[in-house]
Nanobody
């Protein structure tokens, strides 16, 4: 019933920018933390950025700190990842994640987007 849809990926040259968007739809009570992960070919999936439910606290991987910004719009059930000064090593499939409470019985569960490709060339 709950679905996360990602958009905004693409190909850019080093130094360029992209803005990823992930929107949740369906029936649920609330959304807690939102996160962005990425996975390059042959590598483990890594956490890129996290933001708490209020939007008042964020965390970033050291490799993207100062270049990426995570934000959320709770009215639109949406999380964003603004990526500036992109480097070739940022090339990966990016996945959004949300902790969503659908009912009092289930509590908070993890939901994932379909992934969007980001390619940064020299």
């Amino acid at each position: 019933q709950v679905q996360l849809v990602e958009s905004g990926g693409g190909s850019v040259q080093a130094g360029g920018s992209l803005r990823l968007t992930c929107a949740a739809s369906g029936r649920f009570l609330s959304i807690g933390a939102m996160d962005w992960y990425r996975q390059a070919p042959g590598k483990q999936r890594e956490l890129v950025a996290s933001i708490i439910s209020s939007g008042g606290s964020t965390n970033y991987a050291e490799s993207v700190k100062g270049r990426f910004t995570i934000s959320r719009d709770n009215a639109r059930n949406t999380v964003y990842l603004q990526m500036n000064s992109l480097k070739p090593e940022d090339t990966a499939v990016y996945y959004c994640h949300m902790q969503i409470t659908r009912s009092f019985l289930t509590g908070s569960l993890a939901y994932w987007g379909q992934g969007t490709q980001v390619t940064v060339s020299t």
